[in-house]
């Protein structure tokens, strides 16, 4: 499975991106896709998650209430919508597909397909 991300770009503090990842190849849908960031000099960390089938979604503390995650299932893509965006939100952000949880939703090891990053710059 590839997955292919994109719509990061450079954005004021208070704006708003909406990131896209689409999924090709593969037999069967995912479990789960994910949305995680790095920022520089820190760990990957977990911004968001869906359950494919259900449309459950989960998120981070840090971005509850900002962003929000969608998918549609027929174009094999899901989005990241990002409102309220700040300073601290600036990182590159990756999404991944799960096959299975076991443990927590956010936890990147469950996730076994990565794209290759989309970089979100939060800057006046």
């Known amino acids: 499975v590839q997955l292919q991300a994109s719509g990061g770009g450079s954005v004021q503090p208070g704006g708003s991106l909406r990131l896209s990842c689409a999924a090709s190849?593969?037999?069967?849908?995912?479990?789960?896709m994910g949305w995680f960031r790095q920022a520089p000099g820190k760990e990957r960390e977990f911004v968001s998650a869906?359950?494919?089938?259900?449309?459950?979604?989960y998120y981070a503390d840090s971005v509850k209430g900002r962003f929000t995650i969608s998918r549609e299932k027929v174009k094999k893509t899901v989005y990241l919508q990002m409102n309220s965006l700040k300073p601290e939100d600036t990182a590159v952000y990756y999404c991944?597909?799960?096959?299975?949880?076991?443990?927590?939703?956010?936890?990147?090891?469950?996730?076994?397909?990565w794209g290759q990053g989309t970089l979100v710059t939060v800057s006046s």
């Open positions: 991944a597909r799960s096959s299975g949880i076991v443990g927590l939703v956010r936890s990147s090891t469950n996730y076994n397909s």
């Open positions: 190849g593969g037999d069967s849908p995912p479990r789960f």
């Open positions: 869906i359950n494919w089938s259900s449309g459950i979604t």
